[in-house]
């Protein structure tokens, strides 16, 4: 642990202020800059943006999968509506891929 500060900011451990204090000056930035850019780079995360959004979308959606049961439709012809979830192989896969499925 570092001795030549006088004490640690609030929300950090001694050992996680340490790690932070090496990773700036690893960077060459200030602590607080690291921290700072840290926070800006993980609130522009994709997968944080998508889950902002998740409760709006699934007030959008839960209406539409309302109307379907747990059990795919039947058509007038007695077809599934869904495909048959038959098992593939990676080698159907890749011939279905090259265009030779059969």
Not at 71 to 78: C, D, F, I, V
Request: no cysteine; proline share 9%.
């Amino acid at each position: 642990m570092s001795q030549n500060r006088e004490e640690v900011p609030e929300g950090f451990a001694p050992d996680e202020y340490d790690r932070v204090l090496s990773a700036a000056a690893a960077n060459g930035k200030t602590p607080e800059a690291f921290v700072h850019d840290a926070v800006l780079a993980a609130a522009d995360e994709p997968f944080l943006k998508a889950l902002r959004n998740v409760g709006d979308t699934v007030d959008r959606l839960a209406p539409v999968f309302a109307g379907y049961g747990e059990e795919p439709g039947r058509t007038a012809a007695g077809e599934s509506e869904w495909p048959d979830p038959a098992p593939m192989s990676s080698r159907d896969l890749d011939e279905a891929r090259r265009g030779r499925a059969a």
